[in-house]
Each structure stands twice: as C-alpha cells, then as structure tokens.
C-alpha cells in the first residue's frame, strides 16, 4: 500500500476476526486484508464470534491464538451490534474493536464507545479507511521516512466517531 510521502508501508500481518452476515461484504473485507497479508478468520455472526473466542464448536480447538483484532458489523441478524460488543467484554476486554455500521443512531455509538470500541465505519463503506484503522492499531509498523502514525490516522478519522470526543477536533 503506497504510504503517503511515497514509499511502501508494510503492517505487521495481524490476526483477524471478522464477524458479518452480508456475504458480500464479508467477502470484499476479507480480501482486502489478506492482500495486506492479514489472516482473517471469515465468521457469519456474533455467536460464531463468540464460540470462535471460546474455543467451542465453531473451531473445535481448545486453545487458540489470541486475535489482534476484531472487526464487526453492528447490525448483524442475531447476536449483533451493543449486545455482541458486551457480551465479548466480557470474556476479553483487550482486543482491540473495529464497528460496521448501516446508519447512525449516536446513543448507539456512545455506547459503542464506552465498550472501548476502537472505531466505528458508517455506510457507505471506505474499504481504505478501515484498512488504514486496522494498520493503525498496535503491531502495525510505522517505518520511519515512510508514514507518521498522524498520517496514517488521518483517514482513519473520516470514519470514525471515536479517536475523540466531538469537540477536540
């Protein structure tokens, strides 16, 4: 990915869970970030996430690498939106989270944010500017020359309601 100043900017490869029911979507997210060499683990919804996290049936392993991000739609059928971000609180509150949204409802999202969502991407979607959050998360390299880490939270800031409050922008 050309890295703004010139240069290439190459992340970390991190782990990913993605967690959405539009095929579609899954599909092009997924993509995306396996071309930034990311693995990404494609689930359908929230309680596949969560069995995922678990352990249980989903991927009938006991122990599993801990991811390094999750991304997820907020308006997934089933276990979605607020009750999928609490409820994986409450078994990992480390993992950093990265929300899909199809409109914006901001009691939502300020509870969202109190979750310590890390961002949040209302449609329509700018595969750029959630490819650039997940960069921009801890693991990511910044090589010196290349991109600061401002620069490359730039677009990540477009999309999301949640690097600050409103009103220190």
Known sequence: MP???????QPAP???????????LRAALSF???RDRHHVVELEDGSELLDYLDGSRVCETPTLPRPDAIIA????????????????????DRT???????GHDERSFERVRALGAQY??????????????????????????????????????????????????
């Open 73 to 92: 739609s907020l308006t997934m059928t089933g276990l979605g939106g607020l009750e999928l971000l609490e409820a994986l609180r409450r078994i990992d």
């Open 120 to 169: 949040i991407f209302e449609a329509p979607l700018r595969l750029d500017d959630i490819r650039e959050a997940l960069h921009s998360l801890p693991g990511g390299m910044f090589p010196e020359g290349k991109a600061s880490h401002d620069a490359r939270l730039e677009a990540c800031h477009r999309g999301s309601r949640f690097m600050e409050p409103d009103g220190d922008r």
């Open 14 to 24: 991190k782990r990913v869970l993605l967690a959405c029911d539009d095929d579609e």
């Open 96 to 102: 950093p989270f990265i929300g899909l949204a199809e």
């Open 3 to 9: 890295a703004k100043g010139g240069g290439n900017y």
């Open 32 to 34: 995306a970030l396996e």
